[in-house]
């Protein structure tokens, strides 16, 4: 099981610098957990994102809460207003929501992010912006 869920997050990983072009998003899995069983796991990640960078519209398959260690971003959630966020600061998007975040810093973001999502489906889902 836990293979299964370090090859997802990698998958992820992968997807994600896709979807940034060609600013770098760098992702480490702190961890997995099975639970709460039998469909949903929880991952938690560490996303480095360089100056400028930005991820592309995306959804996931459960609830996303993310907290921003270090730098400033843009969140954008389809059909909202863009909400500002720095270090100190947190944000949570609901399942299936379009977003994309930005890192409107001169320097790296860091968040660290908790999914608890789906463990039968892609934890990204790539989706068309606004």
């Excluded at 809460?65 to 959630?77: D, E, F, H, K, S």
């Excluded at 944000?91 to 999914?115: A, C, D, K, M, R």
């Amino acid at each position: 099981m836990l293979r299964r869920d370090v090859f997802a997050v990698t998958a992820v990983a992968a997807l994600l610098s896709t979807l940034a072009g060609a600013q770098a998003v760098h992702k480490d899995t702190l961890q997995t957990q099975p639970f709460p069983g039998p469909v949903y796991h929880t991952v938690m990640v560490h996303t480095l994102m360089d100056p400028g960078g930005t991820v592309a519209w995306h959804t996931h398959p459960g609830v996303e809460m993310a907290y921003v260690a270090q730098g400033r971003a843009t969140l954008r959630v389809k059909g909202r207003p863009d909400q500002p966020v720095a270090a100190g600061g947190s944000f949570s998007i609901p399942v299936g929501t379009v977003h994309s975040v930005q890192n409107t810093s001169s320097g790296p973001l860091v968040l660290i992010s908790t999914y608890v999502v789906d463990k039968n489906k892609p934890i990204v889902i790539p989706a068309p912006g606004p």
